[in-house]
């Protein structure tokens, strides 16, 4: 009967030493998931602020890019527009000189005509 009471108490004590490590091993377990979520926490958070900077950061090279886009299509309608004033200076002075000719009734020579071209065309 000794090693019946014996062993019966071995076997509570186990059983309590048990309840213990489980009790414990519950609370570590609650302490890691508790740690896990912080750290997902932590690392949804810096996903999230990198997110807004990599948008900021798309957003500024758009509007730079833009800005080259813009500047571009500037400078090209300024070179038409130069391109169009030397046209059309050049068809006032063909005009300029086909009337003279006229008026004078005779026709000038290339070399008078080329002067006048030219002084036509610096004079406007």
Known sequence: MRERQEA???GLASSERAAKDLELAQERATDQLREAKDEAHKIIEQARGRANQMIDEAKN????EVERI???ARAEI???I???KEALRGQVAALAVS????VLGSAIDADRH?????????DL
């Open 8 to 10: 019966i108490a071995e």
């Open 78 to 80: 300024d070179q038409e």
């Open 70 to 72: 813009k500047e571009g």
């Open 99 to 102: 009337g003279a000719e006229r």
């Open 82 to 84: 130069n391109r169009a």
């Open 114 to 122: 080329r002067e006048l071209l030219d002084q036509l065309a610096t």
């Open 61 to 64: 090279e758009a509007r730079e």
